[in-house]
């Protein structure tokens, strides 16, 4: 488990225009029962992944996590651990994925889904939180994409 450093906090304002702006040049906003998709790319083609802290995926309003897929550049094995932490309530990381986490076996894609959220992952996911990423164990594989599905719960 991750120790809260109170210094890492998004700043609440900037927190709150991002989730009400406009999202990748589409024109709108995405409302309640509308997608969410956020996506962390990370490596670099030629230099293997190692094991580690790769990202943080800030979570801009409420949803419900529904699914996931992983590309890499490359076909091998990857597996992908996550921690949640909600900075409403309880500002310390737990884990997210104790099942179904993102993984990669010899292949360059996978992909999971499962309505209405995905088991072992927490029901719905508060604004003002975020997703800690990390690679738990890695083989082979270089540039990998991590697409999260979240179905947005209400404003």
Request: aromatic share 10%.
């Given at each position: 488990?991750?120790t809260?450093?109170?210094?890492?906090?998004?700043?609440?304002?900037a927190l709150?225009?991002?989730?009400?702006?406009?999202?990748?040049?589409?024109?709108?906003?995405?409302?309640?029962?509308?997608?969410?998709?956020?996506?962390l790319?990370?490596?670099?083609?030629?230099?293997?992944?190692?094991?580690?802290?790769?990202?943080?995926?800030?979570i801009?309003f409420?949803?419900?996590?529904?699914?996931?897929?992983?590309?890499?550049?490359?076909?091998?094995?990857?597996?992908?651990?996550?921690?949640?932490a909600?900075?409403?309530?309880?500002?310390?990381?737990?884990t997210?994925?104790?099942?179904?986490?993102?993984?990669?076996?010899?292949?360059?894609?996978?992909?999971?889904?499962?309505?209405?959220?995905?088991?072992?992952?927490?029901g719905?996911?508060?604004?003002?939180?975020?997703?800690?990423?990390?690679?738990?164990?890695?083989?082979?594989?270089?540039?990998?994409?991590?697409?999260?599905?979240?179905?947005?719960?209400?404003?």
């Open positions: 488990m991750t809260f450093d109170p210094s890492l906090l998004p700043d609440p304002a709150s225009a991002f989730r009400d702006a406009t999202y990748s040049g589409s024109g709108r906003q995405i409302t309640p029962g509308q997608w969410y998709t956020p996506m790319l990370f490596g670099v083609p030629g230099t293997p992944l190692v094991p580690g802290r790769i990202g943080v995926i800030p801009v409420e949803c419900t996590p529904v699914g996931w897929t992983l590309s890499s550049n490359i076909a091998g094995s990857i597996l992908i651990q996550m921690t949640y909600d900075y409403a309530d309880d500002p310390v990381y737990e997210l994925t104790t099942l179904h986490s993102p993984t990669l076996n010899g292949t360059r894609r996978n992909r999971y889904e499962e309505v209405p959220h995905i088991a072992g992952w927490f719905s996911l508060h604004r003002q939180g975020e997703i800690e990423v990390f690679v738990d164990q890695v083989e082979g594989c270089e540039q990998v994409e991590l697409v999260l599905y979240m179905l947005r719960s209400r404003s």
